[in-house]
């Protein structure tokens, strides 16, 4: 009796890769994570988001055009940098220091700051002193016409420059993360102190280091930072989410 033949199995050919349409310009998650990440921060910054504010994600997710993946991924970042707090009740917010918190970073920034400006009185060349007048021209500037968001950004960056000068990455990287958290701990705490006396203290300070008296430029970096840390208040104020962190177009 003639054996059954098998029944032919048929063969499956691979299904033909048709090709994704990509889009003419497409934005990484990578970047656009680091873009949530830099508006955030230079809101903080600027004084434009005040401690305690609420970060909704979908908000935020839907101001920056992104999914909540993405926006979940920078403000973890920024949890890990200590500028907001994540608590699975809560959500996001930015982070509200404690008073012993604060002290304890401008106590880092003093200790900081000072080994920086007595080695800047000795190293800087007289170029560096002409980036830092032009540097406190932009500050007078900013505060003779009263860009409050302007004048913080430079009186800030005014201590990231002189990091800069020294050639030292890593010390600029971490005062720009100790400013960012000091600007962070004036908007809870911090008086409308003088944006114009901070910008004599600088004056002040680069007039030292031109003269290279190492001495003088350390005594008048403790007095600036002491002045900035001795008149924190609490200052409240609970700004318009979208409006702070809305994308220019």
Same mark, same amino acid.
């Given at each position: 009796?003639?054996?059954?033949?098998?029944? /032919?199995?048929?063969? +499956?050919?691979? =299904?033909?890769?048709? &090709?994704?349409?990509?889009? @003419?310009?497409? $934005?990484?998650? #990578?970047?656009?994570?680091?873009?949530?990440?830099?508006?955030?921060?230079?809101?903080?910054?600027?004084?434009?988001?005040?401690?305690?504010?609420?970060?909704?994600?979908?908000?935020?997710?839907?101001?920056?055009?992104?999914?909540?993946?993405?926006?979940?991924?920078?403000?973890?970042?920024?949890?890990?940098?200590?500028?907001?707090? /994540?608590?699975?009740? +809560?959500?996001? =917010?930015?982070?509200? &220091?404690?008073?012993?918190? @604060?002290?304890? $970073?401008?106590? #880092?920034?003093?200790?900081?700051?000072?080994?920086?400006?007595?080695?800047?009185?000795?190293?800087?060349?007289?170029?560096?002193?002409?980036?830092?007048?032009?540097?406190?021209?932009?500050?007078?500037?900013?505060?003779?016409?009263?860009?409050?968001?302007?004048?913080?950004?430079?009186?800030?960056?005014?201590?990231?420059?002189?990091?800069?000068?020294?050639?030292?990455?890593?010390?600029?990287?971490?005062?720009?993360?100790?400013?960012?958290?000091?600007?962070?701990?004036?908007?809870?705490?911090?008086?409308?102190?003088?944006?114009?006396?901070?910008?004599?203290?600088?004056?002040?300070?680069?007039?030292?280091?031109?003269?290279?008296?190492?001495?003088?430029?350390?005594?008048?970096?403790?007095?600036?930072?002491?002045?900035?840390?001795?008149?924190?208040?609490?200052?409240?104020?609970?700004?318009?989410?979208?409006?702070?962190?809305?994308?220019?177009?």
């Amino acid at each position: 009796m003639p054996r059954s033949t098998p029944a /032919l199995r048929p063969i +499956r050919l691979p =299904r033909k890769q048709v &090709p994704r349409t990509v889009s @003419a310009t497409p $934005v990484a998650p #990578v970047d656009t994570a680091q873009r949530i990440i830099e508006s955030i921060t230079t809101a903080i910054v600027e004084r434009r988001l005040m401690p305690g504010t609420k970060l909704a994600e979908q908000k935020i997710a839907d101001i920056f055009k992104v999914s909540r993946t993405i926006v979940r991924q920078a403000l973890h970042q920024l949890s890990r940098d200590k500028l907001i707090t /994540l608590e699975k009740a +809560r959500g996001a =917010r930015v982070a509200q &220091p404690s008073v012993e918190e @604060a002290r304890q $970073v401008f106590e #880092v920034r003093h200790m900081l700051e000072s080994s920086m400006i007595r080695r800047a009185a000795l190293e800087l060349t007289p170029a560096h002193i002409a980036r830092l007048r032009t540097h406190l021209e932009d500050e007078r500037a900013a505060v003779q016409r009263t860009d409050v968001s302007g004048r913080t950004r430079l009186l800030a960056d005014f201590h990231v420059v002189l990091a800069g000068m020294l050639n030292n990455d890593t010390l600029a990287d971490i005062l720009r993360d100790l400013l960012s958290r000091s600007s962070l701990i004036s908007l809870m705490y911090q008086s409308a102190h003088s944006a114009e006396h901070s910008y004599l203290e600088h004056v002040a300070i680069v007039d030292a280091l031109e003269r290279r008296d190492a001495r003088a430029a350390v005594r008048l970096m403790g007095e600036h930072l002491q002045h900035v840390e001795h008149n924190l208040q609490t200052l409240p104020r609970v700004p318009d989410l979208s409006a702070v962190l809305r994308p220019e177009t």
